[in-house]
């Protein structure tokens, strides 16, 4: 993505701010604007709508019709940007993993224990879900296990923010700590998350901060 | 040709003779209950999304005439097994762990044992019941949520063995309820079942520490790790 015409990144991330679809449309007509450009924000559309779909019907009614209509674009621009819903929705996923893996690095300080790193963390994640509740009950709740796209891009996100976690490892070398610990610190994580969210309280998220940290930063304290 | 069957007999073979009530009840019963399972096994084996009507009909040899005598359509029916199903298994755990009661940990060892001979025995049932539920929302999914929580009382009675200045956090025992289940699922969508097993002793860990600190967490761990090894394929 090159050129002072491409989307900005928030456009292409759903999530960051978005207002919908809307705010990613292109004027009506001939806009004269680069094909890469174009195709770009297409996509962005595409997967913000996915998204957003899936938020409302649930997976079970999300359809390529349904996406297609609230992105605004048609069947075959679809098509040339994903081969099923589910391609669409796994690559939304994934762009939404990296957004929030990268909220999550940078509210972390560089200096310090990685336990006083911790709640920064943890906070600023809760804030992000809490802001983007369609975008965090993605990652959090259970994607359909037939959809190997979605089971492959939760089984990252497991991976990546375990591995966040098993820097605390370094506050206690004396003990050696389960191999799996920060895969199941992970999953309850995203399971508490995930309750909240479907029980219509994403404003609530914030509040769990100094709990989860605390059920975090348990394994890993001396004493 | 034939004589033709006299009046009376005719009469008799057109109606149907009434059963006794209570044995009609049983056999609709008997009905509901497989219409119900077979609905659980194919919403476990294609998915919800895909899971047909017709295909769990098929199987059971059951008709169209008698599922939507007992269900308005998929979802209903999907709910109705969940409810029954959770409810079973719920029953189960709890029942495992009281049987080691008062020992908090060999009871929570105990409930797992009993949910991990389910979802290896039963696969497909549990994966509808744990992961194909968070999919199709509506009662199931509150239904999933009460259970949930009813679970995570009977772990916070840890509470009870802890002295009041070392309570963990409140939401614990959801913490605790919601990792074994984030584990189970994982290895159900990745159509390993059996691997449950091998999580038994970091499940123990992840769930004692909470409330006892890591030395117990530890012990846990290689009392089941240790029971593993000695039984060689899982620590049944």
Redesign the interface.
Do not use: K, N, W
């Given at each position: 993505m090159t050129g002072p015409a491409a989307p900005s990144r928030e456009a292409q991330q759903p999530g960051k701010g978005a207002e919908g679809p809307a705010s990613t449309r292109l004027p009506a007509g001939r806009h004269g604007l680069p094909a890469e450009f174009v195709a770009q924000n297409q996509r962005a559309r595409l997967m913000i709508a996915s998204v957003e779909v899936v938020a409302e019907r649930?997976?079970?009614r999300a359809t390529m019709e349904a996406v297609v209509s609230r992105a605004k674009v048609s069947k075959r621009t679809f098509y040339q940007q994903f081969s099923s819903l589910w391609d669409c929705v796994g690559a939304a996923y994934t762009v939404t993993s990296d957004q929030f893996c990268e909220t999550i690095a940078q509210a972390c300080p560089r200096d310090g224990d990685w336990s006083e790193r911790l709640p920064g963390a943890v906070e600023a994640a809760l804030a992000w879900a809490a802001e983007n509740p369609n975008y965090a009950l993605l990652l959090s709740?259970?994607?359909?296990?037939?959809?190997e796209q979605l089971?492959a891009a939760r089984?990252e996100l497991?991976d990546r923010l375990a591995s966040m976690l098993r820097s605390g490892r370094s506050e206690r070398p004396d003990?050696a700590?389960?191999?799996?610990?920060e895969?199941?610190?992970?999953?309850?994580?995203?399971?508490?998350v995930?309750?909240r969210l479907?029980?219509g309280s994403a404003d609530t998220l914030p509040e769990?901060g100094?709990?989860?940290t605390?059920?975090l930063l348990?394994?890993y304290?001396r004493g | 040709m034939p004589r033709e069957a006299p009046a009376a007999i005719k009469e008799l073979t057109a109606t149907p003779i009434p059963l006794p009530v209570a044995v009609e009840e049983a056999r609709v019963e008997l009905v509901r209950e497989r219409l119900m399972e077979e609905m659980l096994l194919l919403t476990g084996e294609?998915?919800?999304?895909?899971a047909a009507v017709q295909e769990a009909l098929d199987r059971c040899g059951g008709n169209t005439i008698q599922f939507y005598k007992q269900f308005a359509n998929k979802e209903e029916c999907f709910a109705a097994a969940h409810e029954t199903w959770i409810e079973r298994v719920a029953a189960s755990l709890l029942e495992a762990a009281e049987r080691e009661a008062p020992d908090w940990s060999r009871g929570l060892r105990a409930a797992l044992v009993e949910l991990f001979e389910f979802v290896t025995a039963r696969p497909a049932i549990a994966?509808a019941l744990l992961?194909?539920v968070?999919?199709?929302?509506g009662a199931a999914?509150d239904k999933r949520?009460a259970v949930?929580e009813r679970l995570a009382r009977a772990v916070d009675s840890a509470r009870e063995e802890i002295p009041a200045g070392q309570a963990?956090?409140?939401?614990?025992s959801?913490?605790?309820?919601?990792?074994v289940?984030?584990?189970v699922?994982?290895a159900?969508?990745?159509n390993r079942p059996e691997q449950v097993w091998e999580?038994l002793?970091?499940?123990m860990?992840?769930a004692v520490?909470?409330y006892f600190g890591?030395e117990a967490?530890?012990a846990e761990?290689d009392a089941a790790r240790e029971a593993a090894e000695r039984e060689g394929s899982g620590a049944r």
């Open positions: 649930g997976y079970t709740g259970e994607p359909p296990a037939t959809v089971r089984g497991t003990t700590l389960p191999p799996g610990l895969e199941r610190l992970v999953g309850a994580a995203l399971s508490l995930a309750a479907m029980a769990l100094p709990e989860l605390e059920l348990r394994p304290r | 294609v998915g919800f999304r895909d994966r992961l194909e968070q999919i199709v929302g999914l949520e949930m963990p956090p409140q939401t614990t959801m913490f605790i309820v919601g990792g289940e984030a584990c699922c994982g159900l969508a990745g999580a002793p970091e499940l860990h992840f520490g909470p890591e967490a530890r761990f």
